[in-house]
T-cell receptor, first 113, second 114 residues
Framework: AQSVTQPDIHITVSEGASLELRCNYS??????LFWYVQSPGQGLQLLLK??????LVQGIKGFEAEFKRSQSSFNLRKPSVHWSDAAEYFC???????????FGRGTSLIVHP | GAVVSQHPSWVICKSGTSVKIECRSL??????MFWYRQFPKQSLMLMAT?????????EQGVEKDKFLINHASLTLSTLTVTSAHPEDSSFYIC??????????FGPGTRLLVL
């Protein structure tokens, strides 16, 4: 069975600083990987996804993520965080042909001015 | 981009009553819709998958008689929480996709059962 681990429950950064959110997955074959963002009281918005090809994936809002098979990781990065990036971030892994993801528990991003 | 709406956005009901939540894909036809439940500060838990015109597939541990799902058209799925109790209070989120494309999530419905 597939699973996702987001080891950090909370991350606090200063506005303008760089950001990296960690995600590790467990899956036997090549996974389909996703990062979603959820603002308070809202649904989820897809930031980026990896299905195959280039392991460095560019997403919306200046985010990127790198798939590292050797480390079973798919960490999310942003070079300069804005206050509006404060939200809950979910990593997810899917498999097979249905792309139905299993979600990690989420990482809450706090941005200090 | 694709838009998914949910109605209502929040609902408060008395214990023992039933509550219906609607999920609509506004600008695309969704062959498959999903219902998730999210507890505070926790991840999304998939409850069921529904395909238009067929019975929903429920995840292990989800009571199908408790959470009735109907996917009557390519743009509408409903989740009915029957005989709701306080432990059913949660944030319910639907998502929809067309074929194998990305899932698009609704804004969620917050249910509070008193």
């Amino acid at each position: 069975a597939q699973s996702v681990t987001q080891p950090d429950i909370h991350i606090t950064v200063s506005e303008g600083a760089s950001l990296e959110l960690r995600c590790n997955y467990s899956y036997g074959a090549t996974p389909y990987l996703f990062w979603y963002v959820q603002s308070p009281g809202q649904g989820l918005q897809l930031l980026l996804k990896y299905f195959s090809g280039d392991t460095l994936v560019q997403g919306i809002k200046g985010f990127e993520a790198e798939f590292k098979r050797s480390q079973s990781s798919f960490n999310l990065r942003k070079p300069s965080v804005h206050w509006s990036d404060a939200a809950e971030y979910f990593c997810a892994v899917g498999s097979g042909g249905s792309y139905i993801p299993t979600f990690g528990r989420g990482t809450s991003l706090i941005v200090h001015p | 981009g694709a838009v998914v709406s949910q109605h209502p956005s929040w609902v408060i009901c008395k214990s023992g009553t039933s509550v219906k939540i609607e999920c609509r894909s506004l600008d695309f036809q969704a062959t498959t819709m999903f219902w998730y439940r999210q507890f505070p500060k926790q991840s999304l838990m998939l409850m069921a998958t529904s395909n238009e015109g067929s019975k929903a597939t429920y995840e292990q541990g989800v009571e199908k008689d408790k959470f009735l799902i109907n996917h009557a058209s390519l743009t509408l799925s409903t989740l009915t929480v029957t005989s709701a109790h306080p432990e059913d209070s949660s944030f319910y989120i639907c998502s929809a996709k067309q074929g194998k494309e990305t899932q698009y999530f609704g804004p969620g419905t917050r249910l509070l059962v008193l």
